[in-house]
């Protein structure tokens, strides 16, 4: 049985895959460190890989959003078999310009309040695409339980990221009606209509075929 590592968004976990349809693969959830003061997010990816004990070579990665752009610096050292990133972007361009700086740094600031502030925790549904009370509860729920300090050191190391290599043999899937990562700045591989940056809970059984006709 191959193996999967599978890599969560900024202030998501492994609930975000739990109606994706993964059997005949063992998956390994990499759950996300705590930073180091100042650490770089190279040196971060790595102490990650390293403690997962992700092969050099051979690994099927899958990666939503913040968890793509980690998988998309370590394939510059990594000879991944396969990658498939969700709802991300594979190289700095793939990232809006300033709309987008503007958004992750009003999420940073929204994350931390979303439990007690309405109004935050509207505007997050809006941003990440969840609409019906199922997709908010669970999201709210993820959100509560998310490490503000994370957040912090991750949104930075996104509004700064320089990557411009592209991984090979990668699959990317992306919602056209992404708000975090608009699709016009993507060149993504699938388009999935009607798709936001929560996609890969709530249109699991849309993405699930794609990405199993790539893996086996």
Known sequence: MDTIYVFSGLGADRRVFEKLDLSGLQVIYVDWLKPRPSEAFESYVF???EHYQIPKQGALVMGVSF????IAELAKYYD???TILISS???KDELPKVLGVSKLLSLHKLLPEAANSKTAAKVLHWLFGAKTEEEKRMLDTILKDSDPEFQKWA???IVNWENTAVPVNCLHIHGDKDRLIPIQYVDYTIRVKGGGHLMVWNKAAELSYPIRNFLF
């Not at 968890?67 to 980690?70: A, D, E, F, K, L």
């Open 47 to 49: 102490r990650l890989a």
């Open 67 to 70: 968890g793509g752009m980690c």
């Open 80 to 82: 991944f078999k396969k």
């Open 89 to 91: 972007a594979k190289t």
């Open 155 to 157: 949104v930075d190391k």
